[in-house]
């Protein structure tokens, strides 16, 4: 089963279990959800109804633990650590992974003493097996280790959940990129239209150039003819003016 269907499932999962549940029984739901080693995307259970009437009441900040997996780092979590839940050992794994999901977002290249500094990890042997073990063999983040430059190469990353608002930038993002694309393309047919221009004149060139060269050969051809004639005509006067003396010698 590959990652992304495994998502739908345990996203499909956790939806119904939300919204089966209500109030502080969604606590337990939350945790659960935010603990399984296998699911990163949490918009999804976030929108359930029973979920966003936690708003408010004295279970919220299960709702917010819940808007810090889907949104959140690990810097962010400590930062507001008097006011959250404590997280067990899998919720700590979890937001570190989703925290080196979110440094790849804006950087392919991070470098092992920011990786350090975010995830709390004290060495270069520490933080090179958690991206090992925790991240590329779960299949979120694909990359090469580079020990001479301290910093980790990011090819691939898995997404996390959008950010309140950053749809709207988003789409603005693709829209520019396509205005981009849409000018790149009249550029390209410009130049197209131009070489085929320069084509075209080319073999017109080429055309007139071998027009030129037939009407040489033609002269030269014309000329080397009247120089035979010219060289057969003035043998033969030689030979008549030869045999004019012989006979009256």
């Not at 119904?16 to 549940?21: D, G, I, P, V, W």
């Not at 063999?137 to 020990?147: C, E, F, N, P, S």
């Not at 990011?154 to 981009?180: C, E, H, K, Y």
Request: charged share 25%.
């Amino acid at each position: 089963m590959d990652i992304e269907q495994k998502q739908a499932e345990l996203i499909e999962y956790f939806v119904k279990q939300a919204e089966t549940h209500k109030g502080s029984s969604l606590s337990s739901i939350i945790i659960e959800a935010t603990s399984h080693p296998s699911l990163f995307a949490f918009s999804e259970i976030l929108s359930v109804p029973n979920v966003v009437e936690l708003e408010g009441t004295e279970s919220s900040v299960y709702l917010d633990v819940l808007r810090l997996f889907a949104h959140g780092t690990w810097s962010e979590y400590k930062s507001n650590a008097g006011r959250l839940p404590g997280l067990v050992p899998d919720q700590v794994l979890k937001l570190k992974q989703l925290t080196v999901l979110t440094l790849a977002e804006t950087n392919k290249v991070l470098p092992y003493d920011q990786l350090m500094q975010e995830l709390d990890v004290v060495n270069v042997r520490e933080l090179e097996d958690f991206l090992i073990n925790e991240c590329m063999y779960a299949g979120i983040v694909r990359g090469k280790l580079d020990q001479l430059r301290r910093c980790f190469e990011v090819q691939f990353a898995a997404g996390r959940d959008l950010r309140p608002g950053q749809l709207g930038s988003m789409i603005q993002t693709l829209t520019n990129w396509l205005g981009t694309s849409d000018n790149l393309l009249l550029t390209i047919q410009e130049k197209i239209k131009w070489a085929d221009t320069m084509s075209e004149s080319d073999k017109k060139h080429k055309r007139e150039v071998e027009e030129r060269l037939e009407e040489v050969k033609k002269t030269l051809s014309l000329k080397v003819s009247y120089i035979q004639v010219y060289v057969f005509l003035l043998f033969s006067f030689c030979f008549f003016l030869q045999l004019i003396r012989y006979l009256y010698l």
